[in-house]
């Protein structure tokens, strides 16, 4: 099955920082990259997605970018603000699984 | 246009007991895949069920089982509750045709005394 981590696991930046959150897999066939946020008590919301033709896709402050030949692919989050704090996961998709693995999730803090 | 639903919100059970929990997808989508997220977790795939039929399986024991009806809502079995299996259980749904994209509900919550 797919190796997911992700790193770091907690991260805690001022109001206005960027952030960026880093998942490493190992399945070479992965050939879709989700991030999902989700808020204490909430459900997973999908906040920007990545196939395995485009290298960078961008969404007002949130954009992702992927590095097919190292297999990891990242998300950014510039200017950053309070309700960003979520944890966020990654969880890429195998070509020949229908099913997402997901990572263990990062913990973004952002003060005001 | 409503999303993805899921009952109850809560649930309180005792070791040994079994437990149904239930979803319906959000509007035009046919598959619903089942996950587990304990506490600090990660959700854990559990199983997908598309066309009534159990299409995919993680690493979960028999005592989990699902069902999905002709209208596409679907059930999650827990036999011989756990300690362990007390979670979040999220449903997520997606057509079948773009498999990618899913959308959960807001999950049950289930505590195992």
């Known amino acids: 099955g797919e190796n997911v981590e992700q790193h770091p696991s907690t991260l805690s930046v001022q109001e206005g920082d960027s952030a960026v959150i880093k998942c490493t897999y190992s399945?070479?066939?992965?050939?879709?990259f989700p991030w999902y946020k989700q808020e204490l008590g909430k459900r997973p919301q999908l906040i920007i997605d990545?196939?395995?033709?485009?290298g960078e896709k961008k969404d007002q402050r949130i954009a992702v970018t992927l590095n097919k030949t190292a297999k990891h692919f990242s998300l950014h989050i510039t200017e950053t603000q309070p309700e960003d704090s979520a944890v966020y996961f990654c969880a890429p998709k195998s070509g020949g699984s229908y099913i997402p693995t997901f990572g263990r999730g990062t913990s973004l803090i952002v003060h005001p | 246009d409503a999303g993805v639903t899921q009952s109850p919100t809560h649930l309180i059970k005792t070791r040994g007991q079994q437990v149904t929990l239930r979803c319906s997808p959000k509007s035009g989508h046919d598959t619903v895949s089942w996950y587990q997220q304990a506490l600090g977790q990660g959700p854990q795939f559990i199983f997908q069920?598309?066309?009534?039929?159990?299409?995919q399986r993680g690493n979960f024991p028999d005592r989990f089982s699902g069902h999905q009806f002709p209208n596409y809502s679907s059930e999650l079995n827990v036999n011989a509750l756990l300690l362990g299996d007390s979670a979040l259980y999220l449903c997520?749904?997606?057509?079948?045709?773009?498999?990618?994209?899913?959308?959960f509900g807001p999950g049950t919550r289930l505590l195992v005394l």
């Open positions: 069920y598309y066309e009534e039929e159990e299409r």
């Open positions: 990545i196939r395995s033709n485009v």
């Open positions: 399945d070479s066939a992965s050939n879709y």
């Open positions: 997520a749904s997606s057509p079948w045709g773009t498999r990618e994209t899913q959308y």
